[in-house]
């Protein structure tokens, strides 16, 4: 279901649904009332789902959505990058920004048509831990930070390194930091990682310190500052901060 105040993006999304396979059925409503009408009716699968609307939003839609038994998989279609966060914290599978290109479309429908029903249940009710926006090259998508294996400040960037692949995070280190403080920690000035991810601290033989991190092959480097709040979460009695 196509739900969209705006006709014209109504008929775009329908023109580009035209091409794909999987999809088998489409209904469109220009509001959330009559959204709410057609799910009750015939149920969708799918909901590609504007934000910004007269009455009821898109974001109060799909909150009342993942509160029943069997919800839809969302994907917001939206001009607004600023919705981000709210939009994950009701269960979106993606958010995508307008206008919408087929590419993106198409990954994100074959993302989503690994969902069934039942897991689509599932997934609503899971604790999957902390998660956060970060963006890609069709909009944000929401990311357990449990899948993150470390952030880094690159430049005037911060860039995630996860298990998804690479991604921008429009944090800034210190704000990760003061946003999730008993799930990340910093290694260096640069570089962020959860817990979670922790796994060894060693030296080489110059004298340098490394972090083996779980989910990369390379070791990250850690500065002599950090290491000695690093020993206390490995039982390590050794002295990395001395040269």
């Known amino acids: 279901m196509i739900v969209d105040d705006e006709p014209l993006a109504r008929e775009r999304l329908l023109r580009l649904l035209q091409s794909e396979d999987s999809v088998t059925q489409c209904v469109t409503a220009a509001n959330g009332q009559e959204a709410l009408r057609r799910q009750t009716d015939d149920p969708a699968d799918l909901v590609l789902l504007d934000i910004r609307m007269p009455g009821l939003s898109g974001l109060e839609l799909a909150a009342e959505w993942s509160q029943q038994p069997n ?9 607004y990058d600023d919705y ?15 206008p919408v290109k087929a590419a993106d479309l198409h990954q994100v429908l074959a993302q989503a048509s690994q969902l069934n029903r039942a897991q689509l249940t599932a997934l609503s009710g899971a ?87 779980r989910g990369l092959d390379e070791p990250v480097t850690v500065s ?8 206390p979460l490995f039982n390590d009695s050794t002295d990395w901060s001395d040269s």
Request: charged content about 30%; hydrophobic content about 40%; overall charge positive.
């Open 127 to 213: 604790d999957i831990g902390p998660v956060i926006a970060l963006q890609t090259g069709r909009g944000k998508e929401r990311i357990p930070l449990n899948d993150v294996y470390c952030f880094r400040a690159d430049q005037k960037y911060v860039v995630a390194q996860c298990r998804q692949g690479e991604r921008l995070c429009d944090y800034s280190l210190k704000q990760l930091e003061e946003r999730f403080p008993e799930h990340l920690v910093r290694v260096h000035r640069t570089t962020l990682v959860p817990k979670s991810r922790l796994e060894k601290l060693s030296r080489d033989a110059q004298g340098g310190i490394w972090l083996n991190v």
């Open 224 to 231: 002599r500052r950090f290491a000695r709040e690093l020993r």
């Open 84 to 98: 981000a966060l709210e939009a994950f914290q009701v269960q979106a599978v993606s958010y995508l920004m307008k």
């Open 71 to 79: 919800p839809p998989a969302i994907v917001f279609c939206t001009a």
